[in-house]
């Protein structure tokens, strides 16, 4: 038996799946999600998106990626800006409303969350949550430090996010607690690298309050949704597989971010999951808060 030279990739398992020349489109991926993949981009049906009576008109649902928006809406307008006044509508992906032709034209990437500014002139869209921060941090003089080693920190962080968490949630996430079979493989390497990423933030967190230095800005506010709550136990039921407990300094900046009460009202905003009576599936008004789902259709029914 010869050895093979070391750049040669090692032979299949007689079982294994052998990829064909060309990838084709040709049954559903199984999974949580099978029902809304699929290989091309663009509109699937006509449908113009609501438009409210506030300034930013906010199509999203209460995933880790919606919530940053929605906290950063409820910071700005607990620090007193009252042109950051936004509806927020609901967009359900598991039914396809992302596919429509006026969210396709808001977000030609059609994902959550997509923003449309109407506080000048023209209407202005917005995709991607990390370009939503910057560009409502950017006009409000809040959350983003103006200049200097601070402005490339904080963008330093926020740009981490986006890069890290698909590593989470489509990596780890979705072989852990989505896939229609467990393949250790799959969840040994994302489960690695989600746990290098838990200690980046441990490492950073160990030394400074917040991610950018000692004030709490839209880097903070775009990783909290996501790590805050793996740290928590929140996500995919992941806590003790991951011992999450482990990281000492990602529970304690967890925990001060939580308690905002900007946080606990963006974290329920377009939300469908979980306790009703922490689901405020679209928002309108500030009052909003205070009638929360449940009520609602207990009051609608009666
Ligand atoms: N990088 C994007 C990710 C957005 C994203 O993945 N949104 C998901 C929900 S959390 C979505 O809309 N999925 C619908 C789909 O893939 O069809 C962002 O940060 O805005």
Request: charged share 25%.
């Amino acid at each position: 038996m010869t050895t093979p030279p070391d750049n040669d990739p090692p032979a299949p398992v007689s079982s294994e799946y052998v990829p064909p020349k060309v990838w084709t489109w040709t049954k559903a991926s199984g999974g949580r999600f099978a029902a809304i993949n699929r290989p091309i981009a663009g509109a699937t049906h006509d449908k113009e998106l609501p438009v409210g009576r506030h300034p930013f008109q906010l199509y999203s649902l209460g995933t880790p990626n919606g919530q940053k928006v929605t906290i950063m809406f409820e910071e700005l307008l607990a620090l007193g800006h009252a042109g950051a006044e936004y509806d927020a509508w609901l967009i359900r992906i598991g039914e396809g409303d992302q596919f429509g032709s006026g969210f396709v034209a808001a977000n030609p990437n059609s994902k959550i969350p997509a923003l449309v500014d109407r506080s000048g002139p023209s209407p202005v869209r917005v995709f991607e949550s990390g370009a939503i921060l910057l560009h409502l941090a950017e006009k409000f003089g809040a959350f983003v430090p103006k200049d200097g080693p601070a402005r490339a920190e904080c963008l330093s962080w926020l740009f981490w996010q986006m890069g890290s968490a698909p590593y989470l949630g489509g990596g780890f996430g979705h072989f852990y607690a989505y896939a229609p079979h467990k393949i250790e493989y799959a969840i040994d390497r994302f489960a690695m690298e989600t746990k290098r990423q838990l200690d980046v933030l441990d490492r950073r967190l160990s030394e400074s309050p917040y991610l950018a230095g000692p004030d709490y800005t839209i880097a903070d506010i775009a990783v909290w949704p996501w790590y805050g709550g793996l740290a928590k136990g929140l996500l995919y039921g992941a806590g003790e597989f991951l011992a999450v407990h482990e990281y000492r300094n990602v529970q304690r900046w967890a925990d001060t971010i939580g308690a905002r009460p900007a946080v606990k009202r963006g974290r329920i905003v377009n939300r469908l999951q979980g306790d009703p009576k922490s689901q405020l599936r679209e928002r309108h008004e500030a009052s909003d808060f205070e009638l929360r789902t449940e009520d609602k259709l207990e009051a609608k029914s009666a």
